[in-house]
Nanobody, 124 residues
């Protein structure tokens, strides 16, 4: 059983930055793709970004391209989401998840393990 734990959320003003971290509990982290998702109140959970097992391939939702960067450090069993130039529309609970294949996928239903989420609130 893989456990994922997000951290780094908080309250930030529009235009500010946050860096989210996702720590995995087991050493198989380096074998699999990871994704970041978000869910705003009353809305569906959607993908924000994804990264392949070695970081060689990434995906970004159109709404965050050029502002967010996904990365990973396999030696630390940790994935990151650097979020810059935040705006109030980015306010949501952010989740990390693991897809049990090396390559990325954007279908939320394919992700097997999920963290508990971290709240990001952007004030105007």
């Amino acid at each position: 059983q893989v456990q994922l734990a997000e951290s780094g959320g908080g309250l930030v003003q529009a235009g500010g930055s946050l860096r989210l971290s996702c720590a995995a509990s087991v050493g198989t982290f380096s074998r699999y793709a990871m994704g970041w998702f978000r869910q705003a109140p009353g809305k569906e959970r959607t993908i924000v970004a994804a990264i392949s097992w070695n970081g060689g391939t990434t995906y970004y939702a159109d709404s965050v391209k050029g502002r967010f960067t996904i990365s990973r450090d396999n030696a630390k069993n940790t994935a990151y989401l650097q979020m810059n130039n935040l705006n109030p529309e980015d306010t949501a609970v952010y989740y990390c998840a693991q897809f049990l294949f090396p390559s990325i996928v954007v279908d939320i239903k394919q992700y097997r393990y999920w963290g508990q989420g971290t709240q990001v609130t952007v004030s105007s």
